[in-house]
Each structure stands twice: as C-alpha cells, then as structure tokens.
C-alpha cells in the first residue's frame, strides 16, 4: 500500500514534503520505541512506528534502510529531527493517535509485522561496520565460537554462533564492530528516569571520595533515581548461599548465572552442563524489576524508563532474547560505560558536598562481583573455582564434563579476563579498575560489616521464566546420518588442507574452512595456499 494511504487511513501528517517517498509501496510495520530493537534485525522496507522522538531514531533507520517513520500520541519532531530525515530522504509523519491504535489500523489495512518480529531468530548485539573493516582477521582469531568470518575482505558474524563475549570489540583496530547499545537520547521517551550503573562503573574513577558521590554524578546524568547492580548481585549471593552446594545429587558443582556469554557457551558447547546452572535472572534484572515496581507505585501517572549502564555487549543478550517471550525484561535501554565515562568525569570535578545523596544501598557482597571470585566468596565455601576468559572456561567446563573435577560445589565463570571490570565497553584497565573497586569494597566494609543489606525475601521471584535450551548450530545436520557422511567429508577436506590456520580464506583454522565447505558456504578452491601451490 502507498504512504499516502497509509497516512491519510490515520489522519497522520507529513512533516516535510516528498512526493517520491508518498508513493512508496510498503507492506511491513515494525513498532518499537527502542531503537536497539530496530537494529537488531532485518526490517527493510517497513514503515516503522514510535512515539520516540529524537534524532537517534532517524539515525538508527537509516542504518537499517527504513525509509518512513509514523510519530504517534501527537509526538512533535523538532526542527533537528526534520532536517535530519529529510537529509537522509526518510519520509516523517506524526499522528494524534496512540501506537496501539495505529497497528491495528495498520493491520487492518493489510500490513503485516516486519522480518524482525515475524521469525523467531537468533540475533547478536554486535554489528560490523562494513566502511570501517578492512578483513584483517584479528576478530576472526580471536573469537571463542568461530562465529566471525571475512567475506569479500569484510567481516561477517553468524548471529548462531555468537555468544556476545565481545573479544572482537575490543580487538578491532578499526573499530569496525560496533556494539548495538542505546544512546542518551532514548531517556526523552520517559517521563520518570531509573539509572543501574553496573558495579563495575564504579570501578572506572580514581581518588572517588566515597560511592556516594559517584553515584550523585551518575544521577545529574538526567535521572531520577540510581540503584546499583550489585543489590541484585547480594540478592542472588544470599539465595545461592541457602541452597545446598555440596548436596546435589549427581555429585556436580553449581554453575554460576551471572555471565550471559557463558550461558551460550554452555548452551552452545556444554549442553550435558546445562542441568548445573543456576536458575536465577541476571543481578541487573533483579534490580530493575525492584526498581520498576517501586517507581510505578510511587509514580503511578509517569512512564517509568529503566536504563542499565553496561560493561560489556553480552549483558544485553537477556534484554534481547526475551522480548517477545514470557520472560519480559524490566531495563528499557541498555547504555555504555564509554558513552557516559566523561560526563561523569565532569559531574565528580563539578560536585559540591550539599549536593552528594545518599544513595548506596548494598554492601560488600554485591560490590564483590565484579572481580573473578567476587561471587563465590559469598557463598561460605572455599570449595569453588573463579575462572576468567573463555580458553580457560573451556577447559574447566571439559574437565567438568570428564568429571576430573572434584570435591568443588560452584564454579563463578566470567567471559572477560577480570570479569566484568574487563568487559569490552569499559574504559580503565581491569587491574587499576580492580584497585579502584577495592577502595569503595573497603569504604562499604567499614561501613557495613561482611552483612548482607539485600536479602532474598522470595526465591521464586529470581527464576528465569524461560529454561536454558541445547542449542545445536554445531550440529552438522539433524538428521544422524547425514551428520556422519558431512563428518567424513570433512575430514577428507581437512586433510586435504596445509593445516597452516593462516585465515588467508576468511576462516580461523583450516578445520573451520572444512567446516564452511561441507555446509556449502564455501568452495574448496577457496584455500588460497592450496591454489597457489596447484599452480606452480
């Protein structure tokens, strides 16, 4: 159907004039006011619906070919925002009516959901930049789940495969992956504001005279109310505390929750491990539904907005894989530190002593997370392991499925070397993040004692509603013996191969590459070393 219909069938108004666009055919909408959600999938040729009205909506359309945007509610576009979408030639439009309204009558006219909520898919919140890749392969060698390959000289990631760690991020010397986190902008849809900075926030500043005045900093961001990660990092602590570590009855170790790379690790990887996870939510959903909660009975006339200030792109993978499922996130936008990191530099040198809150809420426990064995010290065991980084990971989780491991009751795994204070979107090295974390550690110390301020009132609450599931991407086939003629196949290839793992083709190892042929991704003749040598 023509914009011009669709516009006129919703009394709504464009903003700018283009006649080419009017009468552009769409038959997809896609509704959403976070712009992470329109980045994360493919909606082509959708018109896309928001009451969000900032130039980071325009922004994010434009990278995902969005070529018109209805505003709803009466939202009025400033002049920024008009010029930017019509220098961007992306038709702009406002209605009176509210969004609910404007999808059915959408629907109704004929439209359907868009590509991003019409197929349960597998998404990844990490995006190559194809004007900044050069295909040098640093990403492809460094990632856990080969995930990543070069193709055509620019990297492309298998959204199956990846598990968010982030170690490609932090190894681009172009900054050619770019994380798909929220900027700023998206806190001007809500009318009553909630910060969660991440504990390992708190670790980016030297010389910070007390938590309290770094979390005050982090309120004059523009929000209304601050509470710290680490209340539902102490609320799992108590809750892991109570169970019984050394009774389970097959013998084996608790696995921490807390890291989502390690979950699809283990989903990916390790699914005989999967009945050893812990069932909780992450710490930071804990919060925000606290937080949510009490905002929404305080506030019941204001649209409460709950913004997480992540450290690493694998915290968003919760936020994203539960949209759509019984397992709702409470967090509205996910924000980086690096994005953040100056102005709060500038709101500390700035602070007078009236204007510090008190605003702390948690004690040693949660602020302990951060650093590997943070968790496990919690726990009132010294029977645990504090592993860091997935090569290690790896191996602790083989010699776990060997059963080598003994007489251990937890295992605490972080995907960053040095947990969450090394997460790709922090700022500080982890080891001086780890000094900073140990002054505020001590402060709460002195203040709090070693006892928990946040307890587990209602363990049922903590469970995820959505149970971690085996997922089979390094199957070759479903079908058995298919699987076992594609595991012949490529062997006869890998031996075929130098075996040099030089990433010439795009791949990290020759065993990937053999992989990518039997899948038929990629054609044999592709392994540069063996056609050079073929032609000599």
């Known amino acids: 159907m023509k914009l011009r219909k669709i516009l006129l069938q919703l009394d709504a108004k464009a903003l700018y004039p283009n006649e080419e666009l009017m009468e552009r055919e ?23 619906i928001t009451s969000l009205v900032n130039p980071q909506v325009i922004r994010a359309s434009e990278m995902m070919n969005i070529s018109s945007i209805i505003l709803t509610g009466g939202k009025v576009a400033d002049e920024t925002m008009i010029e930017l979408a019509q220098n961007r030639n992306i038709a ?77 991020v932090k190894v681009c010397p172009r900054h050619a992956m770019k994380p798909l ?21 708190l670790g980016q500043f030297d010389n910070v005279k007390s938590r309290n005045h770094l979390l005050t900093a982090i309120k004059q961001l523009g929000f209304d109310d601050v509470y710290e990660e680490a209340i539902g990092a102490e609320i799992v602590s108590d809750a892991t505390r109570r169970k019984s570590l050394a009774g389970r009855h097959d013998g084996r170790p608790l696995i921490s929750s807390g890291c989502p790379a390690v979950l699809k690790l283990i989903q990916m990887r390790f699914p005989n491990l999967l009945d050893c996870v812990l069932e909780y939510k992450p710490p930071v959903e804990i919060v925000a539904e606290i937080a949510r909660k009490r905002a929404e009975e305080e506030h019941p006339d204001k649209k409460i907005g709950v913004f997480f200030i992540a450290p690493c792109t694998s915290k968003i993978s919760f936020i994203k894989t539960s949209e759509g499922d019984e397992e709702e996130s409470h967090v509205d936008g996910m924000i980086a530190i690096t994005d953040v990191y100056r102005q709060v530099m500038a709101n500390l ?37 504090a592993v860091d980084g997935i090569p290690e990971i790896i191996e602790i989780f083989e010699q776990l499925e060997n059963e080598k491991l003994e007489n251990i009751d937890f295992v605490e795994a972080d995907a960053c070397v040095g947990g969450c204070l090394g997460g790709s979107l922090t ?14 550690v001590d402060e709460a110390k002195n203040k709090y004692g070693g006892r928990f301020l946040n307890t587990c009132e209602d363990e049922r609450s903590l469970y995820r509603m959505k149970e971690l599931k085996y997922n089979s991407v390094l199957q070759l086939d479903d079908d058995l013996k298919v699987s076992l003629k594609k595991m ?26 053999a992989e990518d042929v039997v899948r038929g991704t990629m054609p044999e003749r592709a392994c540069f070393i063996n056609r050079k040598t073929q032609n000599r």
């Open 181 to 201: 986190v929220d900027t700023m902008e998206i806190m001007e849809g809500y009318d009553y504001r909630i910060a969660i900075p991440s504990s390992a926030f």
């Open 488 to 513: 012949e196949e490529m062997g006869r290839v890998l031996r075929e191969l130098p075996g040099i793992d030089c990433g010439v083709c795009g791949a990290p190892t020759c065993r990937a590459f």
């Open 349 to 385: 040198k700035s602070l007078k002593e009236s204007e510090v809150e008190n605003l702390e809420k948690t004690g040693v426990t949660g602020l302990r997370w951060t650093s590997p064995g943070g968790e496990s010290l919690a726990l009132g065991t010294d029977r645990f392991i």
């Open 92 to 168: 702009l439009a406002t209605t009176d009516q509210p969004t609910f309204t404007v999808c059915g009558k959408l629907h109704n006219l004929g439209l359907t959901e868009g590509p991003t909520t019409g197929v349960e898919e597998n998404i990844t919140s990490i995006l190559p930049i194809d004007e900044r890749c050069k295909g040098c392969v640093h990403c492809v060698r460094v990632c856990p789940t080969e995930a990543i390959r070069i193709r055509n000289w620019k990297a492309k990631v298998d959204p199956d495969r990846c598990i968010e760690c982030g170690m490609c």
């Open 427 to 440: 700022v500080k090295d982890p080891y001086s993040a780890r000094a900073n974390m140990k002054r505020l």
């Open 26 to 48: 769409y038959s997809y909408a896609v509704a959403t006011d976070m712009m992470s959600n329109v980045m994360l999938g493919n909606v082509d040729d959708s018109i896309l």
